[in-house]
C-alpha cells in the first residue's frame, strides 16, 4: 500500500498533529500511534505491508517534526485526546494499533470511547524506565540529544555499549534519533507520573496484544507487557518470533503480515 495523503490536525494548546494516510483517504481502516523515539515515517514500511484494510493511518504524535511542540500542559492524558481528534477525523476507524507508548496511548484511549478491535505490540505502562528520568532530565536542560540517544538505549532498554555504536556508525540514522530524542524525557515522565489504570481497553469489542519472542518475560519490556497483560485479562495475546522491541524496523513485513491476520473476526 502506498501513501496517498498528509493531513494536518490542530489539537488542544495550540498545536497540532500531522497524519500520513496510506491507501484509499476516505475508507475506514487502521490507525497505526508509534511509542517513543519513533515518528510516523519510521512506520512506512510496515504500513506498506499491511492490506487487511483498505487505509493505514500512521500518526506522527506531538514533538516530532512535521506535528507540533508537546506544549507545557502535556501528559498522558493529551496523547489520548490527540488520538481522539485523528479518531474524529477518520470516522468509522475499524481496528487501533500502537506500539509501546502508543500501545499504552491506544489501549486508553479505548477507555474513552468504543473502538471495535485494538491491538497493541508490547504496551509500557508505569512504573517504566523511571530511574532514568534525572539524567534525561540533565541531558535536555543542556539539549545534549547525543546523551539522550545513549540513555534510553543503555539504562532503559538495557542494550550493551556495542549496540549504541553500531547505532552511532550510521550518520544518517543517528541524526534522525537525535531528532526524535527531544521529547523522550517528557515523554517518559507523562507516563511515570499518570495514576495506572485498573482496567485497559474497557470499551474494545476485541483486544489483541503483542510480544516479541527475545522479550516474553524478560525484562524492560517484557515486564511491563505482562503488566499491561493484567489489566486486559480477556485480551488474546500474540507472539512475535525472533523478534524484540523494534519489530517494525527489524521485521516490518513479518509485523505487517501478523497485523494483517488479527483482521480475521474471531
Not at 503480515?257 to 474471531?266: E, G, K, P, S, Y
Request: proline share 7%.
Amino acid at each position: 500500500m502506498e501513501q496517498t495523503i498528509q493531513k494536518r490536525l490542530p489539537v488542544d494548546g495550540g498545536s497540532w498533529v500531522t497524519v500520513d494516510v496510506y491507501g484509499e483517504p476516505d475508507a475506514p481502516g487502521l490507525v497505526v500511534v508509534p511509542g517513543a523515539m519513533s515518528d510516523a515515517h519510521g512506520w512506512r514500511h510496515v504500513a506498506a505491508a499491511v492490506d487487511a484494510w483498505p487505509s493505514v493511518t500512521v500518526v506522527n504524535r506531538r514533538g516530532r517534526t512535521p506535528s507540533g511542540p508537546l506544549t507545557s500542559t502535556y501528559s498522558l492524558q493529551t496523547e489520548v485526546e490527540d488520538l481522539g481528534v485523528v479518531l474524529n477525523e477518520f470516522k468509522g476507524t475499524r481496528a487501533l494499533f500502537g506500539w509501546s507508548y502508543g500501545g499504552l496511548i491506544a489501549l486508553l484511549a479505548a477507555n474513552d470511547r468504543p473502538l471495535h478491535h485494538v491491538i497493541a505490540y508490547e504496551p509500557v505502562t508505569r512504573p517504566f524506565g523511571s530511574h532514568a528520568l534525572p539524567d534525561l532530565q540533565a541531558a535536555e536542560e543542556t539539549a545534549d540529544w547525543d546523551a539522550t540517544i545513549e540513555i534510553v538505549n543503555r539504562q532503559i532498554a538495557g542494550l550493551d555499549t556495542a549496540h549504541v555504536e553500531a547505532l552511532r556508525a550510521d550518520r544518517q540514522g543517528w541524526a534522525a534519533l537525535r531528532h526524535l530524542s527531544r521529547p523522550a524525557h517528557a515523554e517518559l515522565a507523562a507516563l511515570n507520573a499518570a495514576p495506572p489504570s485498573d482496567e485497559l481497553a474497557r470499551r474494545a469489542d476485541r483486544v489483541d496484544l503483542i510480544i516479541g519472542q527475545c522479550n516474553d518475560g524478560a525484562a524492560p519490556y517484557g515486564t511491563s507487557f505482562d503488566d499491561v497483560r493484567k489489566r486486559v485479562p480477556r485480551a488474546e495475546v500474540h507472539v512475535l518470533p525472533g523478534q524484540g522491541h523494534m519489530a517494525h524496523i527489524q521485521a516490518p513485513t513479518e509485523l505487517g503480515h501478523l497485523i494483517n491476520d488479527l483482521a480475521t473476526v474471531r
